[in-house]
């Protein structure tokens, strides 16, 4: 059985949708309302299990679904581009994509204003300072405007680690460690 396949099916099914909506917030100067749209979309996702219960459990009914989004959205006061959109996905059974439907949706976006994200993991959160410093830093090295995409992981223990396309900084203290240690064996 190949594994990949169900993460593609969701990766097409969320490029659909994403073009979709990209298309029509382009034609509506709506672009900036989308972006934060699924900037929030993608908080909502990692910040509350609950959020994560509805749009992955098969418990609940499509009614119940699409009731429970449509009331979110507009609690959240997205774009109704948006506010439609996932109420169409809950009616399809396709709201499981909308953490990968706000990615592409933002992709998509920078690359229309000319910029680059970068995935950084740090071991503790960055502070506005040090997210500006980064930034300056990456965009001096790839020559463009840089969205940094950031996420926490304690185990680094200190440090980052960066991807921009297909490159990766990883400047992390388990790194270092891990690094450390095979030297050692070969040594001994």
Known sequence: MD???????????AQRYATAIFELAKEDNALDQIANDADALVAA???SADFRDLIHS???????????IAAIAAKMNLHPMMQNTLRLM???????????????????IAAERGEVTAEVTAATELSDAQ?????????????????INLAVD???????????????????????????????????
């Open 45 to 47: 996702h990692n910040e």
């Open 90 to 108: 809950a009616q399809k059974r396709r709201l499981f994509v909308v953490r990968e439907l706000s990615r592409q949706l933002r992709e998509m």
């Open 58 to 68: 098969p418990i609940y009914g499509r009614d119940e679904q699409t009731a429970a």
């Open 3 to 13: 594994v990949s396949e169900p993460a593609s099916i969701s990766t097409g099914i």
């Open 154 to 188: 304690e185990s680094l223990i200190g440090g980052l680690v960066v991807r921009v396309g297909s490159k990766m900084i990883d400047t992390s203290i388990k790194s270092k460690l891990a690094s450390l240690q095979n030297t050692m064996k070969e040594v001994g």
């Open 131 to 147: 997210r500006q410093n980064l930034a300056a830093a990456l965009k001096e090295a790839v020559g463009q405007d840089v969205n």
